[in-house]
């Protein structure tokens, strides 16, 4: 599961105690809400059905998908569906594959979702094996299903602008940029992560 309301709350104010910048950024916005999703292969699934389509559209396949493979759409019934049948929940072809690289990795186990490595980088390491997962997908995961609370994902367009806003930044930084930013913010930096999204479209920072 996600960081708790406790651990963010926690993390942020350890943060703000020595950057000024985040202090007022909860003072105007107040603190985010947590962002929890279930541990597992359900999850990561659902990660690469939202793929580059609209929340209502990925919720529409989901739902379709469920209807036609049960709920959680296991991996044994996913490799077993052919191409037709997946295709008319809303699947591409390249979505099949990517669907079908995670069933066939859970099921061999290849990998164990319940026991990835503790260490970060190992984690996402092991999670990008997963055709369709690159490292945003994998940092994503690792802090709203496992709440790692040290995931950075620099690389988020939301996270730079939002950071960006809430250091009074001219322009958005890079990812290497944003990267070097938060460094002096481990280890707390998802908290920050999930507080820049809260913050990026605020007027008022």
């Not at 104010?13 to 603190?31: Q, S, T």
């Not at 594959?97 to 990998?111: C, D, F, K, P, T």
């Not at 994998?138 to 960006?164: C, H, K, N, S």
Request: net charge negative.
């Amino acid at each position: 599961m996600g960081l708790t309301a406790e651990q963010l709350t926690g993390g942020l104010d350890a943060v703000a105690a020595r950057e000024p910048a985040i202090a007022r950024a909860l003072e105007i916005a107040g603190y985010p809400e947590t962002r929890i999703r279930d541990r597992g292969y359900a999850t990561l699934l659902r990660t690469i059905v939202g793929q580059q389509v609209s929340v209502a559209a990925a919720a529409s396949v989901w739902n379709k998908l469920e209807a036609a493979l049960g709920k959680g759409c296991a991996p044994d019934a996913l490799i077993a569906a052919d191409f037709d049948a997946l295709r008319a929940c809303g699947l591409s072809r390249q979505k099949q594959g990517y669907a079908r690289s995670l069933a066939e990795l859970v099921m061999s186990g290849g990998l164990d979702l319940e026991n990835l490595p503790q260490d970060d980088e190992a984690a996402i390491a092991e999670l990008v094996r997963i055709k369709g997962i690159g490292r945003w997908s994998a940092e994503i995961y690792l802090l709203f299903a496992e709440g790692r609370p040290d995931i950075w994902p620099a690389g988020d367009l939301a996270v730079q602008a939002g950071i960006g806003r809430i250091l009074g930044l001219e322009a958005r930084p890079s990812e290497k940029d944003t990267r070097l930013l938060a460094e002096p913010w481990s280890p707390h930096r998802g908290a920050v992560a999930i507080l820049t999204w809260h913050c990026y479209n605020n007027a008022a920072l």
